[in-house]
């Protein structure tokens, strides 16, 4: 039998469009062979000419035969080359462009980067027309759960060697916001802010380990040393860069964030502690270092 074809676009060709064409590209060969599929990427899609060259340039050094560039997803889409995209463009574009894929007559099967949106009312709007439509399948990339670390991890815990897991701890002590595509992440109305842009990936996995929904949420945070001294069209970015939050669950379970976005060099970027009533686990470790280990 002949393998299937799996045709991928990528919407915003920027520093995790990137990634994701490098993710693409290790998935041929052996992945291709177990799953009886063929991989290609035939499109990025991307109104920063730059990024797309960048894409462009990735993929020949990757040896992928040249994706069709366009300036924007509906292009992409009406194009018809494509059977999955990646949507990885900021996160202020994301509610427009999901809602445009998923009202699409065409199926196209979505990976959406981390924030779903910026706001709830937004999410709430993708979900809703996403249940309409069961033949596309749409996933957010909260690829957290899979670093390594964190999923054993959740191996351990899931496993009930700590019992019932009472107290999540999770600490992020790192570098500043990179610089990006036009500065989109200096402000909260295009990321959602600090901590929907970075810390969705720790609600997240606090939500996991503790096995439950949230009821009640209390948070501190501020704009105390970062991004003082940059300007924008006139504008100081408005992201705060330290917080603690604590979250407490409908099963009892507390959580803790504690962020700090002006710890360059710490020992361990992030820390993550699980504490139930028999037993403790904690990883702590370098993201960095853990991507570098999976490539
Ligand atoms: N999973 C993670 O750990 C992680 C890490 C960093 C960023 N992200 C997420 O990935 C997404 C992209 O972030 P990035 O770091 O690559 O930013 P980036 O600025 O490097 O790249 C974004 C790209 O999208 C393009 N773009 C802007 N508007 C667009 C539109 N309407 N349609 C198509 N492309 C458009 C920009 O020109 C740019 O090339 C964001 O949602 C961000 O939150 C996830």
């Excluded at 992945?31 to 020949?60: F, M």
Aim: with cysteine; glycine share 8%; charged share 20%.
């Amino acid at each position: 039998m002949a393998a299937a074809v799996v045709r991928y676009g990528i919407i915003g060709v920027g520093m995790m469009g990137r990634e994701h064409l490098h993710n693409l590209a290790h998935l041929t060969g052996q992945v291709e062979r177990e799953q009886s599929v063929h991989i290609r990427v035939t499109c990025l899609a991307d109104p920063h000419p730059e990024s797309l060259l960048l894409g462009l340039q990735l993929a020949a050094e990757l040896g992928l035969p040249a994706p069709q560039t366009f300036s924007g997803h509906h292009e992409l889409l009406d194009s018809g080359l494509c059977d999955a995209v990646v949507v990885s463009s900021p996160n202020m574009t994301h509610c427009e462009i999901l809602m445009d894929i998923i009202g699409f007559a065409r199926p196209h099967h979505v990976l959406v980067e981390k924030p779903l949106c910026t706001t709830v009312q937004d999410c709430k709007k993708v979900i809703e027309a996403a249940k309409q439509r069961p033949d596309i399948l749409v996933q957010v990339g909260l690829e957290y759960r899979y670093m390594p670390p964190v999923a054993k991890l959740i191996d351990i815990v899931k496993s009930g060697t700590l019992g019932h897991v009472r107290m999540v701890a999770i600490r992020e002590h790192r570098f500043p916001f990179l610089v990006k595509v036009n500065d989109w992440n200096r402000f909260n109305c295009n990321s959602g802010g600090t901590l929907v842009e970075k810390c969705c990936h720790f609600f997240d996995l606090l939500r996991l380990f503790a096995d439950a929904n949230p009821v009640r949420v209390m948070a501190s945070g501020a704009i105390d040393v970062n991004h003082k001294d940059e300007v924008y069209d006139g504008k100081v970015p408005d992201i705060i860069d330290n917080a603690y939050v604590i979250v407490e669950f409908d099963n009892g379970c507390r959580g803790m964030l504690d962020l700090c976005m002006f710890a360059e060099g710490s020992k361990n970027e992030q820390e993550i502690s699980v504490v139930g009533d028999i037993g403790k686990v904690l990883a702590s470790y370098l993201v960095y270092t853990v991507l570098q280990d999976c490539k």
